[in-house]
């Protein structure tokens, strides 16, 4: 089916060009574009992340070379570096941000079946965040500290696939804790944090929406026990203890009782503790969920070595958050693909593999095979050899 179509065709297939007709109608993303439509722009800009290109002129010599190739990879307008800047610069980012949520929809769909391998059937997500330093000279107005410049994009995780269901790209300055403001809570979800989340009043929030939360306590917590469960210590738990809040601000942004759990973890040998509003589920296995959390920092190293998210082709604002939401949607294309391919390979594979297959008229599921290929000798006495002594 796939037959003579490039690499980059076949994987744009699982982008469906009806919703992102929605996406630019709803902010009149191609008004006076007479060539170079926002469908162009994202998808030059989708070949950029796939190739990991280092610069507009980078972009636009690889792909002059493709020729007519152009127009079966889904490119029809003119390609130059102004018109791609300009398109960068002045065109909505929340075309793509918008577009970044049909894919995200579609991918949790098909990753609801994603075992996360504790035994736990609810759906379980993980807050975090990453800073991209930007050179001070080209982005003046990314401040963060005297001597350094930079973006912050805090993100929901759902664990299940590992999908970015929430993010929101702001000023490095901004604290962790802003984030939950952002949120819309999932009744009867877990969100797992860190200490840069601990703020009760706003934890409260989790609680009266019927969600669980966990995290950590800092160094100076103050609280009173008042109950202990008993517990195993072969399996790491040292307490399991119910408590409240001690101090005045905390315990008036959060009335009610929590959950203390100790924990000791072998392989570090250190003791944990974490605190949660789940008084529901086995010591160990909140230990377990809490461990999960690894899953984002993994996420954030993966998406700054396959992805173009560390240097920047436009210097403005709107440039900056263009190339991370289509950033998030050739990750989503990824992963959408990846499933409904039903590949063995895993996707640090997969993009090796797009980076430098992307203009092969191969099906894709032949080049994502993990099976070795056959090589197949042509004799040819007019063909030069390079060794041949």
């Not at 929605?22 to 994202?42: I, L, P």
């Not at 809040?245 to 959950?259: D, M, N």
């Not at 924990?263 to 969920?289: C, K």
Request: charged share 25%; with cysteine.
């Amino acid at each position: 089916m796939n037959s003579g179509r490039a690499l980059f065709a076949q994987m744009v297939e699982h982008l469906s060009r009806h919703e992102f007709r929605k996406c630019v109608a709803r902010y009149d993303g191609n008004r006076r574009v007479r060539s170079f439509t926002c469908w162009d722009q994202f998808l030059v800009m989708a070949f950029a992340q796939f190739t990991f290109r280092e610069s507009l002129r980078d972009i636009v010599s690889c792909l002059r070379s493709a020729g007519s190739g152009l127009y079966h990879m889904g490119i029809s307008g003119n390609i130059s570096r102004s018109t791609l800047a300009d398109a960068n610069e002045s065109r909505d980012w929340r075309i793509f941000a918008d577009f970044a949520q049909v894919l995200i929809a579609e991918a949790r769909g098909l990753y609801l079946d994603h075992d996360l391998g504790i035994g736990l059937t609810e759906k379980v997500y993980a807050l975090d965040s990453t800073i991209i330093d930007l050179c001070m000279s080209l982005f003046p107005w990314a401040i963060y500290k005297s001597q350094q410049h930079a973006v912050k994009v805090h993100t929901q995780l759902d664990l299940r696939g590992n999908i970015p269901t929430l993010l929101h790209i702001s000023p490095a300055k901004v604290h962790d804790v802003n984030f939950l403001d952002q949120h819309q809570i999932e009744p009867g979800a877990f969100y797992i944090m860190d200490r840069g989340y601990l703020d009760f009043a706003r934890l409260y929030r989790f609680t009266t929406g019927a969600a669980f939360f966990v995290t950590r306590p800092r160094g100076n917590f103050r609280f009173q026990r008042i109950a202990s469960a008993p517990v195993d210590k072969t399996t790491g738990v040292r307490c399991d203890q119910t408590i409240s809040l001690v101090w005045y601000y905390t315990r008036k942004g959060y009335p009610q009782r929590l959950r203390r759990i100790g924990f000791y973890d072998v392989e570090q040998r250190r003791r944990i503790t974490f605190i949660t509003n789940n008084f529901a589920l086995p010591a160990r296995m909140i230990a377990d969920l809490y461990r999960l959390r690894w899953q984002i920092e993994l996420f954030f190293k993966w998406i700054k070595q396959h992805l173009r998210i560390k240097a920047f082709y436009g210097t403005s604002d709107n440039a900056v958050k263009t190339q991370i939401w289509i950033a998030v949607c050739v990750y989503l294309t990824t992963l959408i693909a990846h499933k409904r391919m039903e590949l063995k390979i895993d996707l640090h594979t997969m993009m090796q593999i797009l980076s430098v297959s992307i203009f092969e008229k191969t099906p894709a599921k032949t080049l994502f095979s993990p099976e070795p290929k056959e090589l197949i000798e042509v004799e040819n006495h007019k063909q030069l050899q390079m060794f041949d002594l």
